[in-house]
Nanobody, 125 residues
């Protein structure tokens, strides 16, 4: 059984930065795609970023491109999301997710097999 646990969230002013971490336990393979999603109040959960088995193979939502950076450390079974130049509209619960079918990209909630419990990121104006 795979478990994902997020950390690093909090409250930050607009323009600030946060670094989210996701620690994976259980049988996580380096071939898995790891992703981050977020859900703001009253909105659906949306794709933020994902990374495949090579550090250079990443994907981002247009709304975060150039501001957020995803990375992974397979030796530590961890994935990270660096959030820079934060905006109030980035306020949401952020979720870490893992996809077994790592050879194909997915940008939808249904494309991921394992989820963390989520962590709050709040950006004040």
């Amino acid at each position: 059984q795979v478990q994902l646990v997020e950390s690093g969230g909090g409250l930050v002013q607009a323009g600030g930065s946060l670094r989210l971490s996701c620690a994976a336990s259980g049988k996580i393979f380096s071939s898995y795609t790891m992703g981050w999603f977020r859900q703001a109040p009253g909105k659906e959960r949306e794709f933020v970023a994902a990374v495949r088995w090579t550090e250079g193979d990443t994907a981002y939502a247009d709304s975060v491109k150039g501001r957020f950076t995803i990375s992974r450390d397979d030796a530590k079974n961890a994935v990270f999301l660096q959030l820079d130049t934060l905006k109030p509209e980035d306020t949401a619960v952020y979720y870490c997710a893992a996809r077994r079918a790592g050879w194909m990209w997915s940008y939808t909630v249904g494309g991921y097999d394992y989820w963390g419990q989520g962590i709050q990121v709040s950006v004040s104006s």
